[in-house]
């Protein structure tokens, strides 16, 4: 892909350098360039949907390792290969369309008279069975090579000329239906926030009082929403140090005409009683409903449970992550520049003191990711609607392909 390598590499440069920060953008970016990446790619004429899955992974690959810890990278990623594998599944059943279902059978009549070339119907069943379900040793050993068999009916019943033009526009409709698709991403991700805030006024009541951490767009654009619904409410932001975006969440519910009250991250204990439900955003939701979201949130949910106050996750179904915590591939945090916690100028004089090994005696942690588990969730509200933590595995399903959790590019020596 000679045309898309400098953008595939201005890409990865920008991850690596943090230059593309946030969820929302890095999904978006990630969706774009694969829409280039598949429009620019070559087609062959034989497996056309797996040499495109390849270059997909392919590029995938570079941009996960770009920066691991922007989980919504992967998630477009996995996306966009589901995404080839559905068109590539329709466009087949399409063709088989055109060809006969024969069962076992005696009549000859039929079998004499049927010009259109034949397909058992335990090919046809094996192969429907097969495509709607995730891989396993049992689909494995059941599957059937209905690629292979249709190549050969149609070479059996139709000229040479026929089957290249066949092939050619069939593989001009599987690039145009897969651009096609992930330009429905695309406005997924664009119209996120506006159909999560459309559920605000189901969840926001009159007179009620939210609590939130730092900031995070989605629930601006939620709380945004109930206000426009003549809701009248009031907003705990907790000011989510050492960065601070609480106050810059404050500054603009006021603007809006929400009453708002910043309080210090240590005092969401002493004030959750007085709050009826917590709001707040997500970093990536994974396959088992936990959730990874700034520094503090995890402090935020037990405070939640131990007041039976709902804590309830609002984040686009770009955020949605295939992966377990556990899994190797899943970086759940990263550490940011002492500076945001100490003066270096300040603490100067503690910097030179060490112990006999010289280890330093002053270390600085600044984690950016907190982990909240699903026992402490008690609703997403994503773009869908709204799901419980233990459905979270079911929507997931929908998006992804269980073969595609891990992103490498199959090898080609053949």
């Given at each position: 892909?000679?045309?898309?390598?400098?953008?595939?590499?201005?890409?990865v440069?920008?991850?690596?350098?943090?230059?593309?920060?946030?969820?929302?953008?890095?999904?978006?970016?990630t969706?774009?360039?694969?829409?280039?990446?598949?429009?620019?790619?070559?087609?062959?004429?034989?497996?056309?949907?797996?040499?495109?899955?390849?270059?997909?992974?392919?590029?995938?690959e570079?941009?996960?390792?770009?920066?691991?810890?922007?989980?919504?990278?992967?998630?477009?990623?996995?996306?966009?290969?589901?995404?080839i594998?559905?068109?590539?599944?329709s466009?087949?059943?399409?063709?088989?369309?055109?060809?006969s279902?024969?069962?076992?059978?005696?009549?000859?009549?039929?079998?004499?008279?049927?010009?259109?070339?034949?397909?058992?119907?335990?090919?046809?069943?094996?192969?429907?069975?097969?495509?709607?379900?995730?891989?396993?040793?049992?689909t494995?050993?059941?599957?059937?090579?209905?690629?292979?068999?249709?190549?050969?009916?149609?070479?059996?019943?139709?000229?040479?000329?026929?089957?290249?033009?066949?092939?050619?526009?069939?593989?001009?409709?599987?690039?145009?239906?897969?651009?096609?698709?992930?330009?429905?991403?695309?406005?997924?991700?664009?119209?996120?926030?506006?159909?999560?805030?459309?559920?605000?006024?189901?969840?926001?009541?009159q007179?009620?009082?939210i609590?939130?951490?730092?900031?995070?767009?989605?629930?601006?654009?939620?709380?945004?929403?109930?206000k426009?619904?003549?809701?009248?409410?009031?907003?705990?932001?907790?000011?989510?140090a050492?960065?601070?975006?609480?106050?810059?969440?404050?500054?603009?519910?006021?603007?809006?005409?929400?009453?708002?009250?910043?309080?210090?991250?240590?005092?969401?204990?002493?004030?959750?009683?007085?709050?009826?439900?917590?709001?707040?955003?997500?970093?990536?939701?994974?396959?088992?409903?936990?959730?990874?979201?700034?520094?503090?949130?995890?402090?935020?949910?037990?405070?939640?449970?131990?007041?039976?106050?709902p804590?309830?996750?609002?984040?686009?179904?770009?955020?949605?992550?295939?992966?377990?915590?556990?899994?190797?591939?899943v970086?759940?945090?990263?550490l940011?520049?002492?500076?945001?916690?100490?003066?270096?100028?300040?603490?100067?004089?503690c910097m030179?003191?060490?112990?006999?090994d010289?280890?330093?005696?002053?270390?600085?942690?600044?984690?950016?990711?907190?982990?909240v588990?699903?026992?402490?969730?008690?609703?997403?509200?994503?773009?869908?609607?709204?799901?419980?933590?233990?459905?979270?595995?079911?929507?997931?399903?929908?998006y992804?392909?269980?073969?595609?959790?891990?992103?490498?590019?199959?090898?080609?020596?053949?």
């Open positions: 892909m000679p045309d898309v390598q400098p953008l595939v590499s201005e890409f440069l920008k991850l690596k350098r943090r230059k593309v920060e946030g969820s929302h953008a890095v999904a978006r970016q969706a774009e360039l694969l829409r280039s990446v598949v429009s620019q790619h070559r087609m062959g004429s034989t497996n056309q949907a797996a040499a495109l899955a390849d270059a997909v992974r392919g590029v995938g570079q941009l996960i390792a770009a920066n691991p810890i922007e989980l919504a990278v992967g998630n477009i990623v996995r996306r966009v290969l589901h995404i594998k559905e068109e590539d599944i466009s087949t059943a399409v063709g088989i369309e055109g060809l279902v024969t069962a076992e059978s005696d009549d000859e009549y039929d079998s004499g008279n049927d010009d259109h070339p034949t397909l058992s119907a335990a090919v046809l069943a094996a192969h429907a069975r097969n495509a709607l379900r995730a891989p396993s040793l049992q494995l050993l059941e599957d059937i090579p209905v690629s292979t068999v249709l190549s050969r009916s149609a070479s059996s019943a139709g000229d040479s000329d026929g089957k290249s033009g066949d092939k050619s526009s069939k593989s001009r409709k599987l690039k145009h239906d897969v651009i096609a698709a992930i330009g429905d991403l695309i406005d997924e991700i664009d119209t996120c926030y506006d159909q999560i805030s459309e559920q605000a006024v189901e969840h926001i009541h007179n009620e009082v609590l939130t951490l730092g900031r995070s767009r989605t629930v601006k654009e939620f709380l945004y929403a109930a426009e619904k003549k809701r009248s409410f009031r907003v705990f932001v907790a000011e989510g050492p960065r601070y975006k609480g106050h810059v969440l404050a500054k603009e519910l006021v603007e809006k005409g929400v009453q708002t009250t910043v309080i210090t991250d240590s005092a969401v204990f002493a004030m959750i009683s007085r709050v009826n439900m917590v709001i707040v955003g997500a970093h990536a939701i994974m396959a088992n409903g936990g959730v990874i979201a700034p520094v503090g949130m995890n402090m935020v949910a037990l405070a939640a449970q131990r007041h039976a106050v804590f309830v996750v609002v984040a686009g179904s770009h955020k949605l992550c295939p992966l377990y915590p556990h899994n190797p591939e970086l759940l945090n990263e940011k520049s002492p500076s945001d916690l100490l003066d270096f100028g300040e603490f100067s004089s030179n003191f060490s112990t006999q010289g280890t330093p005696l002053l270390n600085v942690v600044n984690p950016t990711f907190d982990y588990p699903p026992k402490l969730v008690s609703l997403f509200i994503t773009d869908t609607g709204g799901h419980s933590p233990s459905y979270m595995y079911r929507l997931i399903a929908e992804y392909s269980a073969d595609d959790l891990v992103v490498r590019r199959k090898s080609t020596s053949s």
